[in-house]
């Protein structure tokens, strides 16, 4: 059964930097589309960056340049990197799978879902 486990969140202070993990199961990192999103309350869920079956990645415009999503096939992870976190950053965080080379903008497109992570971020 396709699992990902996902963890790194926690709060921290406006300016500061977290790493989330998600680890997988059943399912290889390579060769399948990698995507974080984040949900805050009464918002859509958006994604934040993704990572083909190649190893490109992607990112929205406001993400770009904060946020870089990376994998390691060995330990089958890919990672978040967050760096000047902003209070509006704030919200619970996903790691999602999509199966096949290809990525997509929508969360409707992902196959597979982690049971999120908690960030905050405190001015």
């Known amino acids: 059964q396709v699992q990902l486990a996902e963890s790194g969140g926690g709060s921290v202070q406006a300016g500061g930097s977290l790493r989330l993990s998600c680890a997988a199961s059943?399912?290889?990192?390579?060769?399948?589309?990698w995507a974080w999103f984040r949900q805050a309350p009464g918002q859509e869920r958006e994604k934040v960056a993704s990572?083909?079956?190649?190893?490109?990645?992607s990112y929205p415009g406001s993400m770009k340049g904060r946020f870089f999503i990376s994998r390691d096939s060995a330990e089958n992870t890919v990672y978040l990197q967050m760096i000047s976190l902003k209070p509006e950053d704030t919200a619970i965080y996903y790691c999602a799978a999509r199966a096949g080379w290809n990525c997509a903008r929508g969360y409707s497109s992902y196959d597979y879902w982690g049971q999120g992570t908690q960030v905050t971020v405190s001015s």
């Open positions: 059943a399912i290889t990192i390579s060769g399948n589309c």
């Open positions: 990572i083909n079956g190649g190893g490109s990645t």
